[in-house]
Every structure is written in structure tokens, then in C-alpha cells.
């Protein structure tokens, strides 16, 4: 009976025809791997070349590159490694004293100036300072022994001593005292000596020779014509009036033969009650002319008129027969 079974089933499962779907199915696994391997090396292939570049690409890529380069600020970037490598040498150069050490040295050096008296100068400043480093060199040099009030140590006295000495202006920055330097600045005069005064420009036409304009000029006299109603373009214009005034005077009437005019934007002072603006342009007539001002008011004028400028600010002419 089991001799019967087991080659029963030996028939059953161990036939050809079990045996042939055995194998085509190990084969179309084996084909599907392939056609698997096959599709995925394809993708790769693809995805890769995907990547490349092409020459156009690459020189943008180039020039994107180079212009980032150039944008840097790179003398922004210098200054600032300059600073630090600057900084970083003020820290080396500064002093190495304790900071109550440099606090009392501060207040020594701070009473010296208050000292001073009203008015001095950073000369005097500077000198005071000078004395009081010298003092203290001297102090620290006797007194080895028993040490100054400044310093607690020897050590400490060593430092403050080589301070003084050689790194006098380091100690001062660095307790922050600074003297301003008393600067002079020297006028010098390159004018020769027999070169004339520069000629003030008058503005407009030029003037008539018998206009014998005088600038900085106030004459007196009796008004032909008030200024304060009588304006002129310009100085030429305000000693052709006067000329023509004189022309056309009748008998009897005053023949002008002094204009006073004002050239200055800002008006001209006078010691009567009116304010006299730009362009006035008086018309006087005197037989024997005689100046109001002349040049500049004088000092004793300006003190009893406190308005008055310095600088005559009219211009006159008297018309020449």
C-alpha cells in the first residue's frame, strides 16, 4: 500500500508536464529581472545626462561666477582686516598697569589743570603735565625703597615708571586725557609791496569820465532830486541823470552837479530817520562840494551810532565842468 502511494505520487507531482511549468516559470522570472535591470539602467542613463551642461550653460555659469567676484567689496573687506590688525596693536601697545594705578594717575594729572588759571592755553596745559611727569620719574627713581602713593608694589612701580618713560602718550590715551596741540597759523602777505589795490567791480555800464565816480563816498549837499523816490539800474545811470538834469534845468532852478548812489543789495546807512534801499540815487548840487563820510566810519562815529557798518557803503561823483 505505501509502495503504491509513493510512486503515485512521484507520478503525480515528478511529470513532464510539472516539471515544463517549473521551468517556464523560473525562466519568466528570470526574464523579468532582465527586462528590471534593464529599465532601471536606462532611467540612470537618462537622469545622468539629464546633468550635463552644455557650452552656453557653462559660460553663463562662468560669467554668473565672475560677476560676484567683481561685486565684492573687496576694499570694504581690506579696511576691515586693516582695523582689526590696528586694533589688534593697540591692544599689544597698550600699558599694563593696574587700572587703579591709572585712575590715581588720572586725578593727579586732572588737579594739575584745574590748577590753572582762567585763559591758559594747551602750552600751558602741556607744560604743567610735562612737570608733573617729570616730578613723579624722579619720585619713583629716590624713592625705591618706600614706594609712591601711586603704586603698592614694586612691580607696580617698575610698570608706572617705564609708563612715564617711554609710553607717556599711550598712558595718556589710555586713562583718556588728550591737550589739543596749540597750532599758529602764520599769515603770510606774497603781495609786493608796489602792487596796487585790486579795483572794486561796479556793476553796469561803464561811468562817463566827468562822472569822477569815488566809491565808498557820501557828499553833501542841497536835493535836486530825492533818492527815495528817484531809483537808477545803475551808478552810470544815476550820473547820467544828473548830467541831464543840469542840461535841462531852467533858469533859476538848482543845476545838479552831485548824484549819490546806493550799489548795495542790502541798502545804505545813514544817520537821518529813513531807510534808504538799493539803487537811491541822489541828485545834490553844492558850489563847493564837501564830503559827508568817506572811506570808513570812524570808530568815535560808531560808538555815539551803533548801526553804523564799518565801510562807507555809497558811491558819489562829482561832475567836472
Known sequence: MARGVASWGRGKFCSYKNLTIAICCVNLFVALLILRSLCFSRATNSFSESKKYTEWQIERIKESIRIREEAAPIELLNAVKRLRKESTEQEK???????????????????????????????????????????????????????????????????????????????????????????????????????????????????????NVELHTDYAGAAVRWGLTHH?????????????????????????????????????????????????????MDEKPRLNFKDKYSESYRDSHPTAPVVVPWMSGVISS
Open 93 to 211: 601697545r597698550k600699558v599694563k598697569l593696574p587700572p587703579a594705578v591709572k585712575h590715581k594717575v588720572a586725578e593727579e594729572i586732572i588737579q594739575k589743570l584745574r590748577s590753572l588759571r582762567e585763559g591758559s592755553n594747551a602750552t600751558d596745559e602741556t607744560e604743567v603735565v610735562e612737570m608733573w611727569r617729570i616730578e613723579r620719574l624722579n619720585d619713583l627713581e629716590t624713592s625705591e625703597r618706600n614706594l609712591s602713593d601711586l603704586v603698592s608694589s614694586v612691580e607696580e612701580a617698575e610698570m608706572l615708571k617705564s609708563a612715564l618713560e617711554s609710553n607717556w602718550h599711550i598712558l595718556m590715551e589710555d586713562i583718556g586725557i588728550w591737550i589739543p596741540t596749540n597750532v599758529t597759523n602764520p599769515e603770510h602777505d606774497d603781495k609786493p609791496e608796489n602792487e596796487p589795490e585790486e579795483a572794486e567791480i561796479i556793476p553796469g555800464p561803464p561811468l562817463r569820465p566827468e562822472c
Open 232 to 284: 537808477k539800474e545803475s551808478a552810470a545811470d544815476c550820473c547820467q541823470a544828473c548830467l541831464d538834469q543840469a542840461k535841462n534845468a531852467k533858469p533859476g532852478e538848482m543845476k545838479c552837479n552831485i548824484w549819490v548812489y546806493c550799489p548795495s543789495e542790502f541798502g545804505c546807512y545813514s544817520p537821518d530817520i529813513y531807510e534808504h534801499k538799493h539803487q537811491e540815487c541822489w541828485l545834490k
